[in-house]
């Protein structure tokens, strides 16, 4: 089974950028559906963004103009280049992969998850 590693996360001030990777230790070529959840306290998980093995991507409005996901099959790596950072996007990010699945299915692979915090 696949296995996810995320990295890039970290402390930020406001407006400034970070870039999150997703690296599988297998080929993702066949991989449906690799994406980004996130969770601050007190809240619930949310999808960020999310990206097909066709290269469509989606996201969540909030960070629409903001965030870009991209797919690097020859690398086995996703990344969410996050732009005009805010406190509003502090949160632990989790990377997922699903080999069938839009949305992360019972059988999707999750990463151990990275901090990003956007604070002065």
């Known amino acids: 089974q696949v296995q996810l590693v995320e990295s890039g996360g970290g402390l930020v001030q406001p407006g400034g950028s970070l870039r999150l990777s997703c690296a599988a230790s297998?080929?993702?070529?066949?991989?449906?559906?690799m994406g980004w959840y996130r969770q601050a306290p007190g809240k619930q998980r949310e999808l960020v963004a999310a990206?097909?093995?066709?290269?469509?991507?989606n996201y969540v409005d909030s960070v629409k103009g903001r965030f870009t996901l991209s797919r690097d099959n020859a690398k086995n790596t996703v990344y969410l280049q996050m732009n005009s950072l805010t406190p509003e996007d502090t949160a632990v990010y989790y990377c997922?992969?699903?080999?069938?699945?839009?949305?992360?299915?019972?059988?999707?692979?999750w990463g151990q998850g990275t901090q990003v915090t956007v604070s002065s």
């Open positions: 997922y992969a699903d080999a069938t699945s839009y949305y992360p299915s019972p059988h999707a692979v």
């Open positions: 297998a080929s993702i070529f066949s991989i449906y559906a």
């Open positions: 990206i097909t093995k066709g290269g469509s991507t």
